[in-house]
């Protein structure tokens, strides 16, 4: 079975400033990878997703992540936060071909200070 | 094209009792997921439905069961509510590409 952990249950960074969400999985097979946004009593956005190919990909919002299969890692990161990022992150994991549902993270929650 | 509705967005109910909540998906998606969001477990997947058939089930008691329609519209139903049952149930409706677009929940609040 999967597992995903996100490091970092709460995240406070200044305006404007650059943010990482660290993101680890472990499995014993390909993962597809994807990192949701919540919002305050709203269902999950899909940011952004690693199926195969690149591994920077660029998502939705200006938001980025980094694939580093040897670190078993999907890091996501902003260069530059505005206030409307606050919300609740989460990563997740499948294996993709139907063959399973979502596994996530417990989830980083985004504080960003004016 | 109009995003994966679930009805109701609120339901209060007391331990014992049954209850439904129903999700339709984005048109021309056939497969349904849901999900349960508690502070505690987090995210946990509870089943998926593919052209009216179970295809995956996560690790819940055989109190939550679901159901899916021809026309990809799904219900998900939990008997016997205990408290633990209090949760926000996402329903989310997959493409091809293995991409999940999630509703805006159902809040369950069990007294």
């Known amino acids: 079975a999967q597992s995903v952990t996100q490091l970092d249950s709460q995240v406070p960074v200044f305006e404007e400033a650059p943010v990482e969400l660290r993101c680890n999985y472990s499995s014993s097979v390909s993962v597809y990878l994807f990192w949701y946004v919540q919002y305050p009593n709203q269902g999950l956005q899909l940011l952004l997703k690693?199926?195969?190919?690149?591994?920077l990909v660029k998502g939705i919002n200006g938001f980025e992540a980094e694939f580093n299969k040897s670190q078993t890692s999907f890091h996501l990161r902003k260069p530059s936060v505005h206030i409307s990022d606050t919300a609740e992150y989460f990563c997740a994991v499948s294996l993709g071909g139907g063959a399973d549902g979502l596994t996530f993270g417990k989830g980083t929650h985004l504080i960003i200070q004016p | 094209k109009a995003g994966v509705t679930q009805t109701p967005r609120y339901l209060i109910k007391t331990r014992g009792q049954q209850v439904t909540l129903s999700c339709s998906p984005i048109?021309?998606?056939?497969?349904v997921s849901w999900y349960q969001q508690t502070p505690g477990q987090g995210l946990q997947f509870l089943f998926e439905y593919f052209s009216e058939t179970q295809r995956n089930k996560g690790n819940f008691p055989g109190r939550f069961s679901g159901r899916q329609f021809s026309n990809s519209r799904s219900e998900m139903n939990v008997s016997t509510l205990e408290l633990g049952d209090s949760a926000l149930y996402l329903c989310?409706?997959?493409?091809?590409?293995?991409?999940?677009?999630f509703g805006p929940g159902t809040r369950l609040t069990v007294l």
């Open positions: 989310a409706s997959k493409t091809s590409a293995d991409e999940q677009f």
């Open positions: 690693y199926l195969s190919g690149s591994t």
């Open positions: 048109s021309g998606h056939r497969s």
